[in-house]
Nanobody, 122 residues
Framework: QVQFAESGGASVQPGESLTLSCAAS????????LGWFRQVPGKELEGVSC????????FYSESVKGRFSISRDNAKNAMFLRMNHLKPEDTAIYYCSACVFTTDQAIGVGSWGQGTRVTVSS
């Protein structure tokens, strides 16, 4: 089973940018879509963004649309999330995994790593 490892989280101020990275190991990236999810302690996991294997289709939650950009590099078994104009409400632990998505929602269907923490605070 493919394992995912997230990195790139940090503490930043509102308005700043971060890029998260996701590395896959134990095999090549699956033929599924891949995605980013986030969770605030005490709240449900939220689907943030997903991208199809051929990068032809993407999903963004309404809360990040226009600010975040997802990409993947299948040759390097990697995926990225560029986060611009960060807001305090983006504070969460971010995870990557295989993803199933529609125009309205995204669901994680793969294994889960440890996540990477993003804190947005002045």
């Amino acid at each position: 089973q493919v394992q995912f490892a997230e990195s790139g989280g940090a503490s930043v101020q509102p308005g700043e940018s971060l890029t998260l990275s996701c590395a896959a190991s134990g095999g090549t990236l699956p033929s599924y879509a891949l995605g980013w999810f986030r969770q605030v302690p005490g709240k449900e996991l939220e689907g943030v963004s997903c991208i199809s294997r051929d990068e032809g289709s993407t999903f963004y939650s309404e809360s990040v649309k226009g600010r975040f950009s997802i990409s993947r590099d299948n040759a390097k078994n990697a995926m990225f999330l560029r986060m611009n104009h960060l807001k305090p409400e983006d504070t969460a632990i971010y995870y990557c995994s295989a993803c199933v998505f529609t125009t309205d929602q995204a669901i994680g269907v793969g294994s889960w790593g440890q996540g990477t923490r993003v804190t947005v605070s002045s």
